[in-house]
């Protein structure tokens, strides 16, 4: 089988009618995915994550070496599942603008939410992106997705690669103390946009958001995480939907420590509408399970 058709996810059960953007951008590689217009002064939040097949999400880091996300999706990274969840992660990067929390960001200091990230050098796989980035383009969204990152400390090292290089617009929503040290560490001189609130709790990270789609023009925002602030997030009601990968790796909860688990979707009151896997035998299950409702 080509690896083309082998990484495909096929959504037998796909309960979405939704209008932006339904038609797919590379056939052969993935299925089309629509999406909902934005609330009217509010994006559009979807979320990415990774979880085991007993439902852990993240721990707490022994060390650099210890990355819960590698971890979950387990094995030989060229095995066929994990492509197509980097795959899918890629394709999702094309449908409007990008967020993570400051502690993605200190640990994964090289990363650029973009769809081809620095150490995507796959030959085959260039005219995947090329096909993503038209795909951005061509309805009117900026080459590069904004970057956005919450962090209420401000505490971020703008040495890394997000906030130097060119294309790129980073916004980070922040507190007034978190303010003051990005402008002492240069963020004005890198032009990176701040939105200050009081406090990023429920209030604080509505009235964000709100001027993310007000002042930034952010129609749709897709969030990878960490964990905590995809829980402040659905806490104040503005998560919208999140796609699950679920591996078929179990963790040994007990050799870990701050142990995090999925949502509990249908405790939440979350509707599953869509689930794939990219052949009968795999043990990945891809879920799309949707929160709020237009």
């Known amino acids: ?10 959504w037998h059960l796909n309960n979405v009618k939704d209008p932006f953007i339904p038609e797919s951008p590379v056939p052969n590689r993935f299925e089309a995915i629509g999406f909902p217009h934005a609330w009217p002064d509010l994006p559009w939040v979807f979320a990415n994550m990774v979880a085991s097949a007993n439902g852990v999400v993240a721990w707490k ?5 210890d990355d819960p996300v590698l971890a979950i999706l387990g094995g030989d990274p060229n095995r066929i599942e994990r492509r197509a969840d980097k795959l899918l992660m890629r394709y999702l990067r094309t449908f409007g603008d990008m967020s993570i929390g400051a502690e993605t960001n200190r640990s994964q200091p090289n990363l650029i939410q973009t769809p081809r990230e620095s150490w995507d050098s796959e030959p085959e796989l260039q005219e995947v992106y090329e096909a993503l980035y038209n795909r951005r383009t061509r309805y009117g969204l900026s080459y590069h997705p904004k970057n956005i990152i919450y962090s209420p400390s401000g505490r971020l090292e703008l040495k890394n690669p997000v906030f130097n290089t060119d ?15 990005l402008l002492t560490n240069g963020a004005k001189d890198k032009k990176i946009s701040l939105i200050v609130e009081d406090k990023l709790d429920v209030a604080g990270l ?4 709100r001027k993310l ?6 129609r749709r925002l897709n969030c990878e995480g960490g964990e905590t602030i995809l829980r402040a997030l659905q806490g104040a009601g503005i998560l919208d ?7 078929d790796v179990e963790i040994d909860e007990s050799q870990h420590e ?20 990219i052949n009968p035998e795999s043990g990945y299950t891809f879920r799309r399970w949707r929160l709020n409702q237009r």
């Open 1 to 10: 089988m080509p690896e083309n058709a082998a990484t495909k996810i096929y």
């Open 61 to 65: 880091r022994k060390g650099a070496e």
């Open 167 to 181: 294309g790129v617009e980073v916004i980070v929503i922040t507190t007034k103390n978190g303010a003051d040290q």
């Open 206 to 209: 509505i009235n964000a958001h």
């Open 213 to 218: 789609s007000n002042d930034f023009g952010v």
């Open 241 to 247: 939907e999140v796609f699950v990968t679920y591996t």
């Open 258 to 277: 701050g142990v995090l688990h999925i949502f509990d979707f249908e405790k939440i009151g979350a509707k599953l509408i869509a689930e794939g896997k």
